[in-house]
């Protein structure tokens, strides 16, 4: 593990750059700083051969062609071993007919998951830990979500909050509740009220998407 991941556990925050690292994975070694450049959700599950984990990876498979077409690397992890992590992906290949195209982070002593943030610095297990963070081509973390053991997370929001994310930083929009790619975006409102006039549609004004 690099001295990258000598911060304080559960302070990562929108806004902060990624912590680097580089550790074993089902797709050989991994850095994160390899992935800049483009986009990147960085997720993590409690345990190998799990249910709700199986269901997320099995759909994350399956999504993966539209992640590629935002330009969307995927990359799981959690505290099982690297030998784990091959058996489990095995494992789901044989039952539900889907290979796991991204690479498994093995992290078997939470150094990862509490440099994240993912693991409390007091927790004994990764219990908890279903986090997954939303990181730009620079390496700067720009969304973030979090999930109890016993929640399974949505294949569908992760891909409509990545090009939420995406279209924002394209077209200086602000997105509203409950878009979806195509839907219309909010116009940004005036920042005084000399820019205002009593003919203008300035309130939440809704305009097309570029």
Same mark, same amino acid.
């Given at each position: 593990?690099?001295?990258? +991941? ?7 925050? &929108? #806004? ?28 993590? /599950?409690? $345990? ?24 969307? $690397? ?7 071993? +690297?030998?784990?992590?091959? $058996? ?46 939303? &990181? ?6 720009? $969304?973030?979500?979090?999930?109890? /053991? ?10 409509? +909050? ?15 509740? #409950? ?6 975006? +909010? ?17 939440? /004004? ?5």
């Amino acid at each position: 593990m690099s001295d990258a +991941l000598q911060v304080k556990s559960g302070s990562l925050r &929108i #806004g902060d750059v990624a912590p680097d690292f580089e550790a074993r994975t089902t797709r050989g070694p991994v850095k994160l700083s390899d992935y800049r450049g483009r986009w990147l959700i960085f997720f993590s /599950h409690p $345990a190998d051969f799990t249910p709700v984990c199986t269901t997320e990876f099995v759909a994350l498979a399956r999504h993966q062609d539209q992640f590629e077409a935002l330009d969307c $690397a995927l990359l799981g992890l959690s505290v099982d071993s +690297l030998y784990s992590h091959l $058996a489990w992906a095995r494992a789901i290949e044989d039952k539900f007919d889907v290979k796991i195209p991204f690479p498994i982070v093995e992290d078997p002593s939470m150094a990862v998951g509490r440099a994240f943030g993912m693991i409390d610095e007091t927790a004994a297990d990764s219990a908890a830990m279903r986090t997954s963070y939303f &990181i730009d081509p620079e390496g700067v973390v720009r $969304a973030t979500t979090c999930y109890p /053991h016993n929640v399974g997370r949505s294949v569908d929001e992760m891909i409509r +909050l990545l090009a939420a994310l995406q279209l924002a930083d394209k077209a200086d929009v602000l997105i509203p509740e #409950g878009w979806q790619p195509g839907d219309d975006v +909010l116009q940004i409102p005036p920042l005084s009220e000399t820019e205002i006039s009593r003919e203008d549609d300035w309130f939440c /004004h809704k305009v097309k998407a570029p």
